[in-house]
T-cell receptor
């Protein structure tokens, strides 16, 4: 069964450093998403991406964040200058069409020290 | 998207049916009811969704009341592996939405041996 994959599973970085989280969505999916979950809190929407551009973003997704689909398979989330409060699980998701069900990856645990 | 209300926790005996309720009294005509679950800190897993008819798939059944103000997710024969947080999410189809999922706190289902 096709699945969304994410790498790395765990990333440790120092405050102020840039990190890039990687996702490979399901191959025939066209809509891509990033969510995050701070430990003990709700899963929060960050951004949706379609046709090589951001279609929707939350207030959390400020200028420190960016997304990119550098090739036909990868979908990345970049955090330019990490803060302690960026420590969280980051989940990538994809869906076949605009309001179809989303399939989530296993997540990347980001720890900012 | 309409707000949902779920009990914070429920218990179920292994092998019995688990019935998880959700209230969505402000749901509007073009909004679907989606159910996801999250096992430990894994990525959320899609279970089922529906608009107004009852739905069944290999994982679960979804019963939506005639007035659409509430629904019940049924796991017919719960196993220990069904212990998870279950999220009921109401989401619009079309319009300005690009598929964002808004997660609440969900229901922690614990399946006992």
């Amino acid at each position: 069964e096709p699945e969304v994959t994410q790498t790395p599973s765990h990333q440790v970085t120092q405050m102020g450093q840039e990190v890039i989280l990687h996702c490979v969505p399901i191959s025939n999916h066209l809509y891509f998403y990033w969510y995050r979950q701070i430990l003990g809190q709700k899963v929060e929407f960050l951004v949706s991406f379609y046709n090589n551009e951001i279609s929707e973003k939350s207030e959390i997704f400020d200028d420190q964040f960016s997304v990119e689909r550098p090739d036909g398979s990868n979908f990345t989330l970049k955090i330019r200058s990490t803060k302690l409060e960026d420590s969280a699980m980051y989940f990538c998701a994809s869906s076949e069409a605009r309001n179809y069900e989303q399939y989530f990856g296993p997540g990347t645990r980001l720890t900012v020290t | 998207d309409a707000k949902t209300t779920q009990p914070p926790s429920m218990d179920c005996a292994e092998g019995r049916a688990a019935n998880l309720p959700c209230n969505h009294s402000t749901i509007s005509g073009n909004e679907y009811v989606y159910w996801y679950r999250q096992i430990h800190s894994q990525g959320p897993q899609y279970i089922i969704h529906g608009l107004k008819n009852n739905e069944t798939n290999e994982m679960a059944s979804l019963i939506i009341t005639e007035d659409r103000k509430s629904s019940t997710l049924i796991l017919p024969h719960a196993t220990l592996r069904d212990t998870a947080v279950y999220y009921c999410i109401v989401r619009a189809a079309g319009g300005t939405s690009y598929g964002k999922l808004t997660f609440g706190q969900g229901t922690i289902l614990t399946v006992h041996p």
